[in-house]
């Protein structure tokens, strides 16, 4: 029974590395939310409370780098908090208009909106609209590294238990 519980955690948390690659699923959370919850199911003692506590710092590090990077990319290449509030009333509206994607595709919309009523043109917004996006494409290869990271720290964690 344990062993099959573990194999589903396992599964689980391979479907949150697909959400952190393809934003339909809190890719992460899921991640973080499995792991720690098998670890201290197989046993609350002071490796599984370690291991958790590591996780837990990841799953921070990574969820900061997916809101922190695109800002302040944005801040750098002239993009104001009227336009982010722009991209994230976009991204509310893309998500019930076009369920889960439209949320990104609701977001890049509204930011590139919100600059060309700031900036006036289209090529300025487009340039500083692209740089958000790079920002959150190093943050979701930074949240893609630090989940790899922590399903081996998992993996690792259940083999020597199992050992």
Same mark, same amino acid.
């Given at each position: 029974m344990e062993a099959a519980v573990l194999g589903i955690a396992f599964l689980a948390m391979l479907v949150g590395m697909i959400g952190v690659v393809i934003p339909v699923l809190p890719g992460l959370l899921i991640v973080w939310l499995v792991g720690v919850t098998s670890l201290l199911w197989q046993g609350a003692d002071t490796v599984g409370w370690l291991v958790a506590a590591w996780l837990t710092g990841l799953f921070a590090l990574g969820t900061l780098a997916t809101v922190l990077l695109p800002a302040r990319r944005g801040r750098e290449a002239g993009a104001t908090?009227?336009?982010?509030?722009? $991209?994230?009333?976009?991204?509310?509206? $893309?998500f019930f208009v076009l369920p889960v994607a439209g949320f990104l595709v609701g977001f890049v919309l509204g930011l590139l909106l919100g600059e060309r009523g700031r900036l006036g043109e289209w090529e300025a917004a487009?340039?500083?609209?692209?740089?958000?996006?790079? $920002?959150? $494409?190093?943050?979701?290869?930074?949240?893609?590294?630090?989940?790899v990271t922590?399903?081996?720290s998992w993996l690792v964690t259940v083999v020597v238990r199992f050992g």
């Open positions: 908090t009227a336009s982010f509030a722009a $991209g994230l009333t976009g991204a509310v509206l $893309g487009r340039g500083s609209t692209l740089a958000v996006l790079r $920002g959150y $494409g190093i943050g979701v290869l930074l949240e893609l590294v630090l989940g922590m399903v081996g």
